[in-house]
């Protein structure tokens, strides 16, 4: 019987084997070639692979430790069930899958812009079908370690084969390739030709870097990408694969995608008011006469505020609208009516939408099992606590402990605060389903600014247990 037993399991999980298996795996950037993984235009998946490559670092101990926490949902990672299975068959004890990419959710507002522009500014389910899983294990005292890291893709949606991953398209990706994706941040040019056989010349570079700016990497990881995957192709040809719909089948490369050069980002105003920031617009474009205009959302058709753009290709205007979640800048031809009115003509492109949190993850509170986010809603200074399910006591912890909101990193006097045990539960949004998690919202009556800053005061009298970055410190790409 226990042999029979044994033939069972055996054959049971031989066949979980060779069902969960994956293609292959991808050792070096060359293997890059052989793949369908965000290489055209609309997809994402070069872009995903990129950023988790530099948002992941290895320890002393050669583990892949994580800069974010997968579990809260940061940049909208998400537990992935894996079925029907597409990875590996995995016990619970040996980590759970996290899934990254999904651009419907509202995390992913946090990724930079390189990786979310495709979606905003294309149509169709390619532009949201690649995604990189991580296999996670959860050390405890908020470290992630990655023990595995996949690319995968949804299958076509004309095959009908449903919302899984398609594991015939889905790959291992050893941790070579990943340092090799690292080390292209500042690696030597005159290296390339020995270290990958490759020529990557100048021009060629500068042409993917007008179009993608100096995401440190990024431009070499692409460059050797299309160099491995289309030898025989003219280069411009090549990169405007990446950047723009194929018109008419390729037939006129020649014509140069100069709207890949746009730049729309929404910002904040000293007063809580979005502020809206151009650059790069092509003088074709400008002498003809164009518009930005802030929308609600990108799912919105209500427009909140405009501006005509004089001459100059880049620009910044400062709206009355208070800052919220979602609002998005879209530049569109301007059409004037009788020569004197100018009316809102056909759009040209969209920003992605504006994250409340201004792309930063919270802040873990030092030796608590709960984090501190500074956002904005309706142009103020809000604060948002996560805590873990299994940090019961937290309430009794917390009695003394405030929330304050301060104008400055380098202040020591709060303008406004609140308890923490005051802060109210989230109860009807993406925050209310985080497995593990609770999570608690206060929206100060402090008007939102660069540079605002949020703390977690553990006693009245003091003991900061942590501070958030302060509000726009990064230089956004
Ligand atoms: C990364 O760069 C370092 C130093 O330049 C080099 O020693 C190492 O071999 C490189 N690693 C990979 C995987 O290319
Ligand atoms: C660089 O690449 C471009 C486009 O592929 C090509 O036209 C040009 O001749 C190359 N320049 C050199 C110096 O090889
Ligand atoms: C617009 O807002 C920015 C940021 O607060 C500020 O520096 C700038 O002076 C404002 N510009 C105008 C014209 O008010
Ligand atoms: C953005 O809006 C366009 C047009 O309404 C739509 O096709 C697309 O799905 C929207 N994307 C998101 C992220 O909602
Ligand atoms: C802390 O606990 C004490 C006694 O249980 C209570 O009186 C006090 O109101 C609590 N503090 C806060 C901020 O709720
Ligand atoms: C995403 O954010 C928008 C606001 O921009 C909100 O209306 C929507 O409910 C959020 N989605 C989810 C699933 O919570």
Redesign the pocket.
Known sequence: MIGRGFLGCFILCLSLASVCAVKGTLN?IKDLKGIEFGHTFPRHGLMLLHWIANNIYNDNNGNMRLNFNPARRDYGFHFYGNRPCSLPFLLPESGRYYSLGNMNSNGSRALPYYVTRSFYNSRGPERNMDRVVLRVRDEGSNQFIADEVYVTQHYPLNENRGTGYDPTRTYRVNV??L??I??LS??NLN?IPQ?YHAEINHSSLQSLRNTWGDTPGLVLLLALVLHFTHRNILFKEQALRLTSQPQSGMDNPRVEDDKSLIKLEVKTTDRGKARIIWSGIPKRLLDQGVMVVLYKSNGSESKLDRVSVGGKASGSYNTSVPLNPGLQVRLHKKVMILCVFATIGDEICRSSEFHDANREIPAYINDYDASLQLFVKDGKACARLYVKKSFTAWKKTFNNSWVGFYSSEGTLDHKTWQWAVKFSEESCSDWADIPGYDVYVYKSSMTMSPGVQARFILEKSGGEKARTPPWERLVQG
């Open positions: 070096s070579i390739l340092r090799q690292q080390n500042n690696i290296v270290t």
